[in-house]
């Protein structure tokens, strides 16, 4: 097996008409057949159900399509680093980072972009919201990873969005709203809420209150603000209040029949989310930043999907 026949493959599975999988891919029908009759021998099962007319795939084949496609993107990807990679791009870039960044899919990026430029010495800084903001007009952190703000302060930093999570409603089963299977904000008044407020974060940077109170029009009553999304959990579980949390943090916790998670909706029907973002300033002076935001450019088809 080798990736022509798997490209051959996929392009026969695409049109399942040999005809035509072997004009797009410059063969001949004869060779497009012996290639499929050979992947099929060397897996010992048989992909394609053949008769004078047509062609389908079988069970095993759309199966096997599925992982080819995978690993042919894999490779184009593998290529594309290695490429990069080669140019010896050197320098270093000093990031900022929201604390739950590590919990949540993004830190994918910072790995593809490690491997694409190995000699960019990467430095991490940990903060805030706010924290991060400030580091960036002080000149302290070239790039930012963090939660996309509700109100933006500064005109001057360039925003790149990486992925949204959608937020939950997090209870125990005895309250009444578990029931349901999705929420709006003005369904949490008269709810106590208990905030995720991490050390150093600043009570204007409570998104879950401001939330609230741009869909609901309440201020939430805030039972306790607590830095671990253990204790806000354990909290919850023992009827003390409701609270609202990303997917990327509760995510482990849906089997716990002591917790119901119920996703939180706008009035429109589409989902309340936490949007992750990479921020810079607008001109940054640093070639290393110019590098990693090209490259996020040119990668957000193979990250993040």
């Known amino acids: 097996m080798n990736l022509n026949q798997l490209e051959y493959f996929v392009c026969a599975a695409k049109h399942l008409n040999f005809t035509k999988a072997a004009k797009e891919c410059f063969i001949s029908q004869t ?9 099929e021998k060397t897996l010992g099962v048989q992909l394609f ?14 199966v096997y399509l599925k992982e080819a496609r995978a690993i042919l993107k894999r490779s184009d990807e593998a290529m594309r680093l290695a490429r990069m990679a080669s140019k010896g791009f050197d320098g270093e870039i000093s990031i900022g980072l929201i604390s739950g960044f590590g919990q949540s899919d993004c830190y994918e990026m910072l790995r593809g972009f490690h491997e694409a430029f190995p000699n ?18 002080r000149g302290e952190c070239d790039v930012a990873f963090s939660v996309q703000p509700r109100q933006n302060i500064y005109g001057n930093l360039k925003h ?10 997090v209870m125990s089963p005895s309250n009444p709203l578990s029931e349901k299977k999705e929420i709006t ?16 974060r600043a009570r204007d940077e409570m998104d879950e209150m401001l939330l609230v109170y741009e869909r609901g029009g309440f201020l939430p009553q805030v039972i306790a603000v607590e830095p671990e999304p253990e204790t806000i959990l354990l909290m919850a579980s023992l009827e003390m209040g409701i609270s609202l949390l990303p997917e990327y943090i509760v995510r ?37 930043v110019e590098k990693l935001l090209s490259w996020w450019k040119d990668a957000q088809g193979a990250l993040l999907s």
């Open 120 to 137: 960019i010495k990467l430095k991490f800084l940990r903060s805030t919201m706010s924290g991060l903001l400030e580091a960036l007009q």
């Open 185 to 200: 904000c003005p369904e949490l008044a008269g709810e106590s809420f208990i905030i995720m407020q991490p050390p150093g």
């Open 252 to 288: 482990s916790y849906y089997k716990n029949e002591a917790l119901c998670f119920v996703p939180m909706m706008k009035q429109d029907g589409t989902a309340e989310t936490v949007d992750f973002e990479m921020i810079c300033m607008n001109a940054p002076v640093n070639p290393s």
């Open 49 to 62: 159900v053949r008769d004078k007319h047509h062609i389908e795939l079988t069970m095993a084949g759309s």
């Open 160 to 169: 790149r969005y990486l992925k949204s999570y959608p937020i939950y409603c």
């Open 31 to 39: 060779a497009m057949t012996q290639q499929m009759k050979a992947l």
